[in-house]
T-cell receptor
């Protein structure tokens, strides 16, 4: 059974720092991996989608990598800002559904 | 264009009541998904529709949960005889094609509280 783990569970950084969020999954037979952002009381906003044949995707200050063979993905956030404070969720698609980790809650202080 | 919308945003029910949660997917999206997110957890899959056909309902936790999408657009998730353990945020997502490599777009969710 696929399991997705995100480390750390929570992270606090000062504004301007570069940071990395980690995601690992137990079964490498995935179709894609998606990173989401969730603000308190809100739904999920899709940040990046990496297909199984891809190694990375970039959008603005965000860069996500995928190493399917080792079951790992990282989300790199450059020059963090207070507006980046949210919970970041990683999800893999191996069948019909997305399978999510529990998320990393990020707090960026000004 | 408009994203996925859900209503109501908040629902409080007494234990034993029936509730109905509505999802309006992005116009033209073929696939529709329901997820349940308990406090402090990631979302967990409930059920999947391709147009009006419910192709996967393996995540529905009990026979008290029922979902439909009769015309292949709007979907309703119904929970009968609600229990306290049903308290969660119910998220709906849609995608524009049938393939498994397609991005899912989520709505804001309905927060259900069962007293």
């Amino acid at each position: 059974k696929q399991e997705v783990t995100q480390i750390p569970a929570a992270l606090s950084v000062p504004e301007g720092e570069n940071l990395v969020l980690n995601c690992s999954f137990t079964d490498s037979a995935i179709y894609n991996l998606q990173w989401f952002r969730q603000d308190p009381g809100k739904g999920l906003t899709s940040l990046l989608l990496i297909q199984s044949s891809q190694r990375e995707q970039t959008s603005g200050r965000l860069n996500a990598s995928l190493d399917k063979s080792s079951g790992r993905s990282t989300l790199y956030i450059a020059a963090s800002q207070p507006g980046d404070s949210a919970t970041y969720l990683c999800a893999v698609r191996e069948g019909t559904a997305l399978i999510f980790g529990k998320g990393t809650t990020l707090s960026v202080s000004s | 264009g408009a994203g996925v919308s859900q209503s109501p945003r908040y629902k409080v029910a007494k234990r034993g009541q029936d509730v109905a949660l509505r999802c309006d997917p992005i116009s033209g999206h073929v696939s529709l998904f329901w997820y349940q997110q308990a406090l402090g957890q990631g979302p967990e899959f409930l059920t999947y529709f391709q147009n009006e056909a419910q192709l996967d309902k393996s995540g529905l936790p009990s026979d008290r949960f029922f979902a439909e999408r009769p015309e292949g657009s709007v979907s309703t998730l119904k929970i009968q005889r609600t229990q306290q353990e049903d308290s969660a945020v119910y998220l709906c997502a849609s995608s524009d094609r049938e393939g498994r490599d397609n991005e899912q777009f989520f709505g804001p969710g309905t927060r259900l509280t069962v007293l």
